[in-house]
């Protein structure tokens, strides 16, 4: 196994170096054919055609950057790091309020069929529904864009975290549950000592799913509400032009939401159910 993982972290190494190579090959600027006059300069001309920075200005770019990630020049001017931080803010507090709900209700609706039957067709109706098209209905009714980022955020969690939890607690070994019936266990206390610790790996499961959808709709929120936050950061400096802003921050929002799964993976390792 150890053999297996040295080979696959030098070949993705060697593809890395590869592709970085390529995109500094392909993305050369051209010699300029003559020299802009003053007028020319004056009016914003150019003497090349405008194509995406090399990863080499890219990454002097992003080392300018995090040489201080938490400056705060301003409402427009804000490191990375203060970006990153009002994202995660939203992006946690939604989840662990879907978490909230979710798991508790997944609960439900695994240990009752006739829940399951009543539940279903409103879960199958609202579960397909992009997060962004609750966004208009969350500004106008919450009347905050702050908060409406954090909504966006708990709906489009909950619902790989509910069925995930209703299908482990569903899935739990039926002699299990016998066996906690005969020594006349509560449900309250067959749900936490037998069917939580045996569904915990699909609940995790479904809490790495959410996590990631969750980032991956921030950035699509916060470029719709503006203000702070990583998608807001994108976004401005895609009008200012900036691309290597905009390759550095896709970098850095990549890095982040590999972390967070990372992290889940990781507690999810803690509570690997033996029988």
């Not at 199958?124 to 962004?132: D, E, F, T, Y």
């Amino acid at each position: 196994m150890s053999s297996i993982n040295l080979k696959a972290a030098f070949l993705s190494v060697v593809i890395l170096l590869v592709g970085l190579a390529l995109w500094e090959v392909l993305n050369q600027p051209p010699e300029a054919s003559e020299a802009l006059d003053e007028f020319a300069l004056l009016m914003g001309g150019a003497d090349q055609e405008a194509r995406v920075p090399p990863p080499s200005k890219v990454f002097k770019h992003a080392y300018d950057e995090l040489k201080d990630p938490f400056y705060d020049a301003g409402p427009n001017d804000k490191g990375i790091g203060i970006q990153l931080f009002y994202s995660l803010v939203r992006v946690l507090l939604g989840f662990f309020a879907a978490a909230a709900i979710a798991i508790p209700l997944g609960f439900v609706v695994g240990m009752s069929e006739l829940m399951y039957k009543a539940l279903n067709p409103f879960i199958q109706i609202l579960k397909p529904i992009s997060p962004l098209a609750w966004m208009p209905l969350a500004l106008f009714v919450i009347k905050d864009s702050e908060k409406s980022a954090i909504f966006v955020i708990f709906i489009c969690s909950i619902w790989p975290m509910l069925l995930n939890t209703a299908f482990g607690v569903a899935n739990v070994r039926k002699d299990w549950v016998k066996v906690a019936q005969t020594h006349e266990l509560s449900k309250l206390k067959t749900a936490f000592s037998v069917i939580l610790p045996a569904s915990a790996p699909t609940i995790f499961t479904g809490m790495r799913i959410s996590i990631g959808i969750a980032w991956l709709v921030i950035v699509a929120a916060e470029m719709l509400v503006g203000g702070t936050g990583i998608g807001y950061y994108v976004w401005n400096e895609w009008n200012n032009l900036d691309l290597n802003s905009v390759i550095f921050s896709i970098i850095m929002i990549g890095l982040v939401g590999m972390t967070l799964d990372l992290i889940l993976n990781a507690l999810s390792r803690l509570v690997v159910y033996e029988e």
